[in-house]
């Protein structure tokens, strides 16, 4: 290659200036083009600017309107609401008053169906409460009492209720008044057959107001024999009552106390047949036990048969327990002075076999309760002012308050342990009570048996871990102080094992001492500055460690005993405790076994 075109091109800084001043001149022109432009677009920009700020304020002038419009349109919706929630309103109450009149109209109805179809029986009640009305032993012996006219009117009305129980039954009884013994055996059939046992019952109250106790106590017997034990109605409770103020005589009396003890003694029979064993008033006697509560701590917790003896005592307590709810329930009777001879012209009171005859004269035959039922119902639903469902519940409960029904073993149970849930008199709960106190009271020993065969020979105490074994019988003699001294020592000698196994440490004892030293000694030839100042504290540290070990074990043995002591005066503290609550304990337990006799010897009759 020739010289010429190996030659580098020659740099010419005119040239380049000149490129650079022609680049720079159109630079310079883009930048005033551009400038004229942000110029041009500076002065749109103020005038659209000055064009949105009116717009703003219509647009802010449209927010209120918008805001103003939306709360009005809320108020009409509020108001529209209102207005729909009245006339649903308007509606329901429309419907239910529709609903009332329609039932005014129902009841209205019924009414006159229930006075064509039932009027006769009604009349016939009117005669029959006359006549009870009317009786009593004075215008009976006088024979002040005319019965022609009211078996004219009951006869009457047998035409239409031929199959009536109660007219058979006061015709029978107006027979009997009369002295018409072939027509009192010929409607007292008829109305047997009709109503065995509300006949037996009405002639038997009726006898009762005339003073006629045997007739009285033969037509209970009659009404006890036609009666179910397993439904006990209002009818049997109201006569109870008449029966247990001795209005109805001794011989009825007797009827019912045998009767009521034969039912429940098959109730018994069929409670055992079908397992349910435990005595058949041993729950409700449980029911009235409590526990000891803390009263006899610590001994319940140095105790081990603890759950046993407590069982035991609320065992033992079952005659107190029984013998304070009957005394409570049943207290003696208030002793009366002699009742006056009642005045000539003044008729004797029989007030529970009064209420017994009206319960059973107004009582109503199926085919009339279902109407008197269903009447009922129309006037609790107009009562209600249409509301069905709180008429349904109204009904109802009045329906079950009415019912009374039971069975013997509840009877007996309502009358002597919950007697807020039967309808029965003071003496009329004694009288059931007379025929279960039996039973009672061998419910209440087989538990003290039961009481008496969990009680131990001996028992064990615990205290810090000492065990001792004390006779549960108090008259066994108990010396406290050897007990006392027993504890102390098993403690002071636990103590003092504990101080001895307290032992010396010889690796510390001797190491720390000769590993402080040698730190000591060597630490200034190998070490310098602030190791050298460290060293030397490690070491007297060391030094100082293993010489404290010889203070150390004196003073943990001295701890230790001194721990032993006070644990000793507490265990002693603890300790006569225990034994005077052993003693209460079981003086409790004794006292309340020693009650079976008063309860034995108890008399619900008393005054």
């Known amino acids: 290659m020739s010289e010429p075109s190996r030659r580098a091109p020659q740099w010419d800084p005119d040239e380049e200036l000149k490129k650079l001043h022609e680049l720079m001149r159109g ?88 006075r064509a179809a039932f009027g006769g029986r009604r009349r016939i009640r009117d005669l029959v409460r006359r006549l009870v009305r009317s009786i009593g032993p004075d215008t009976v012996r006088q024979g002040s009492i005319d019965t022609t006219d ?15 129980w109660l007219a058979h039954a006061a015709l029978a009884l ?45 037509r209970m017997d009659g009404y006890l024999r036609e009666t179910d034990p397993k439904r006990l109605g209002g009818d049997f409770l109201a006569a109870l009552d008449a029966v247990a103020e001795l209005e109805l005589g001794e011989q009825a009396h007797g009827h019912v106390r045998r009767a009521m003890e ?29 526990l000891p509560g803390d009263a006899y701590s610590p001994f319940d917790r140095a105790c081990a048969q603890w759950p046993d003896l407590r069982q035991g005592l609320q065992l033992a307590g ?46 109503m035959e199926p085919d009339e309760a279902a109407m008197h039922a ?44 919950r007697p807020r849930l039967i ?23 087989e538990m003290a048996q039961e009481s008496r065969r969990l009680r131990p020979r001996t028992v064990t105490v615990t205290i810090e871990g000492w065990s001792a074994e004390l006779p549960a019988d108090l008259t066994v003699p108990v010396d406290e102080q050897e007990l006392a001294e027993r504890l102390t020592s098993e403690l002071r000698t636990r103590a003092e094992t504990e101080a001895s196994g307290v032992g010396r440490n010889q690796p510390r004892r001797i190491g720390g001492p000769a590993g402080g030293a040698t730190a000591l000694v060597l630490a200034p030839f190998l070490l310098d500055g602030a190791l050298l100042w460290l060293g030397l504290v490690a070491g007297m540290v060391a030094v100082v460690w ?17 721990a032993g002591t006070a644990r000793s005066a507490r265990a002693r503290q603890d300790l006569e405790l225990v034994l005077d609550r052993r003693i209460r304990f079981f003086t409790d337990w004794d006292s309340r076994l020693a009650l079976r006799a008063a309860l034995r010897d108890w008399d619900p009759g008393s005054r």
């Open 546 to 562: 293993g010489l404290l070990d010889f203070g150390r074990v004196p003073a943990e043995r001295g701890r230790a005993l001194a």
């Open 27 to 114: 630079r310079a022109s883009e930048l005033e083009a551009l400038g004229k432009r942000l110029a041009e677009l500076s002065r749109k920009h103020e005038e659209l600017d000055g064009r949105t700020k009116p717009l703003a304020g219509q647009l802010r002038s449209v927010g209120s309107r918008t805001d103003s419009l939306e709360s009005r349109f809320d108020e009409e919706r509020s108001r529209i609401d209102q207005v729909v929630t009245d006339v649903a309103d308007l509606r329901e109450q429309y419907e239910r008053d529709h609903a009332v009149l329609t039932a005014r109209f129902e009841l209205s109805r019924l009414n006159e169906e229930r």
């Open 318 to 363: 079952v005659t107190k327990a029984t013998l304070a709810h009957l005394r409570k329930e049943f207290p003696p009777r208030v002793a009366t002075p002699p009742r006056a001879a009642t005045p000539p012209g003044v008729r004797q009171r029989f007030p529970y076999t009064e209420a017994a005859l009206d319960r059973l004269i107004d009582h």
């Open 150 to 164: 009211l078996d004219r009117a009951i006869r009457e009305h047998l035409l239409q209720e031929p199959d009536f």
């Open 423 to 445: 309808a029965l008199g003071d003496e009329a709960r004694r009288l059931v009570l007379m025929t279960v106190l039996d039973d009672l009271r061998t419910t209440a020993e």
């Open 262 to 290: 034969r039912w429940g003694a098959d109730a018994a029979s069929v409670r055992e047949a079908s397992g349910a064993g435990g005595g058949r008033w041993r729950q409700q006697l449980q029911g009235l036990l409590t």
């Open 174 to 218: 107006s027979a009997r008044l009369a002295g018409n013994e072939e027509l009192e055996a010929g409607a007292a059939r008829r109305a047997q057959d009709l109503a065995p046992g509300r006949t037996h019952l009405f002639l038997a109250l009726g006898a009762a107001k005339a003073r006629d106790q045997a007739r009285a106590g033969e």
């Open 374 to 417: 269903t009447i009922e119902r129309w006037n609790h639903f107009i009562a209600h002012e249409g509301d069905e469902k709180a008429a349904q519940r109204e009904y109802d409960r009045l329906i079950q308050a009415d019912a009374e029904v039971m069975d013997v073993g509840s009877l007996l149970d309502h009358a002597v342990f």
